[in-house]
């Protein structure tokens, strides 16, 4: 079994996926397909398969692992209370792009939520990593699979890239089909206060929307008061493309066609410019900036209208941009 790198499961084969499970009991790591983006996935209980991820990934030790699973009942397991907007929200969301910070059991180590006495939980919308949480009976812990502050892996092709085989099994699960991470809400009875500590796909009117009378959502770190808890991945260089990315936030029509022109005759760079639907931006985001950081030339430049900035619909697009990006200019038209 070793000797594979990727497989591309038959999950109604519960054998096969039994198999692929036991890949954990010859100490490697196994890579899942998402619906965000790949994880790189070890049960919540085996210490020294989580501590490899840290060391394989280059990740500092005070940035928590997300919880994935693949039942309510296996959250329930993770979490020393499930409070009812919890339930709300996993009913709506679950399986799905939203994790939900809460305070967690003694199921979860120190090492999973670096320290803290929360943790945070989602229930992926992939078959695929279902079917293999399934099989194992038990929640994995899954940060994305790609090196420490690089772009994040939306195929499996992508995964190979950054680990060796011997280390890693990689499950083809194709492309993701949302493709940026997942957006992370911390419920906080206390003060009936939902949290918003990273911008994705279920955006920021869907949650209002189904908070009860009396919760209030509170907006994410850069725009949020001291006290909201750490969000320990919120630091500002993530998600960086090899080359430097120098982003343009074109305001009107005006210098649109020039900046345009002048950017394709520079054999310096690769000119970036997302689809106009905002899921499908989020899908196309790190694929094309791995292919623009494989072509010849020393920067990526990609143009973004001002007006996409401004729209809940694009915050988990502009939210990845502001993070990816070296140079960041603006242009009025
Ligand atoms: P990723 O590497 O894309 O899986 O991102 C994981 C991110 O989840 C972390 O860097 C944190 O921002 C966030 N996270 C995980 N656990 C917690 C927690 N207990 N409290 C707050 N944020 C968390
Ligand atoms: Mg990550």
Redesign the pocket.
């Known amino acids: 079994m070793s000797a594979e790198s990727i497989v591309a499961p038959d999950i109604t084969d519960r054998t096969e996926m039994r198999r692929l499970a036991s890949v954990f009991d010859h100490g490697r790591l196994i890579a899942i397909p998402t619906e965000t983006v790949y994880g790189l996935a070890a049960p919540i209980d085996r210490p020294e398969l989580v501590e490899r991820i840290f060391a394989l990934k280059g990740r500092p030790p005070d940035?928590?692992?997300?919880v994935h699973v693949a039942s309510r009942a296996q959250a329930r397991v993770c979490v020393s209370d499930w409070p009812e907007v919890a339930d709300i929200l996993a009913s709506h969301f679950w399986p799905g792009p939203l994790?939900l910070?809460l305070p967690r059991s003694a199921a979860i180590s120190d090492r999973i939520?670096a320290g803290?006495n929360?943790?945070?939980l989602r229930m992926p919308d992939h078959p695929v990593a279902l079917a293999l949480i399934e099989a194992l009976d038990s929640p994995v812990v899954a940060?994305?699979a790609n090196l420490f502050t690089r772009l994040s892996p939306t195929s499996a092709a992508d995964v190979t890239e950054a680990f060796p085989a011997s280390e890693v099994l990689v499950l083809d699960g194709g492309r993701c089909r949302v493709g940026i991470?997942s957006t992370?809400v911390?419920v906080d009875e206390m003060t009936q206060t939902l949290w918003w500590?990273?911008p994705g796909q279920v955006d920021r009117g869907q949650l209002a929307a189904l908070l009860p009378p009396g919760w209030r959502l509170s907006p994410p770190a850069d725009e949020a008061d001291s006290t909201q808890?750490?969000?320990?991945?919120?630091m500002l260089i993530h998600y960086r493309p090899g080359k430097p990315l120098r982003v343009t936030v074109v305001a009107g029509q005006a210098g649109l066609q020039g900046l345009r022109q002048r950017l394709h005759a520079d054999p310096e760079t690769t000119v970036v410019e997302l689809p106009d639907q905002p899921a499908q931006a989020a899908r196309e985001l790190y694929a094309a900036l791995r292919r623009a950081d494989a072509q010849p030339g020393q920067f990526i430049d990609l143009i973004i209208p001002s007006e996409r900035l401004d729209d809940a619909a694009w915050e988990g697009v502009a939210n990845r941009l502001r993070k990816s990006a070296s140079e960041w200019t603006r242009l009025d038209g």
Not at 63 to 66: D, E, G, N, S, T
Not at 229 to 234: E, I, K, N, S, V
């Open positions: 940035h928590p692992l997300i994790t910070v939520t803290q929360t943790v945070a940060p994305s991470e992370i911390a500590l990273r808890p750490a969000a320990p991945g919120g």
